[in-house]
């Protein structure tokens, strides 16, 4: 897991942080009017949770993944 830390200006831009990042999916899938009412409660319920800092310190968190074939050549072996 890689921690990327952003001083951000306020909570609300943590909200168009992740509107651009984990959220792309869930807009991908809802029609607009949905997603606005998901946008609407994600941010709900995320104010509630956290206090409302300026600058707000904001650590996204990204976790790489990778795999081998277990058929796969070795140390650049082809």
Known sequence: MQV???RLASREDV???VKGTTLT???KRMS???YAAFLARYR???FARVED???FFYSFKRIFVWGERGDAP???ER
């Open 53 to 55: 800092a300026r600058p």
């Open 25 to 27: 999916d869930y807009a």
């Open 4 to 6: 990327y830390p952003h």
């Open 44 to 46: 709900e319920a995320f």
């Open 74 to 76: 070795r140390g650049g």
């Open 15 to 17: 909200v168009e942080w």
């Open 32 to 34: 607009g009017d949905t």
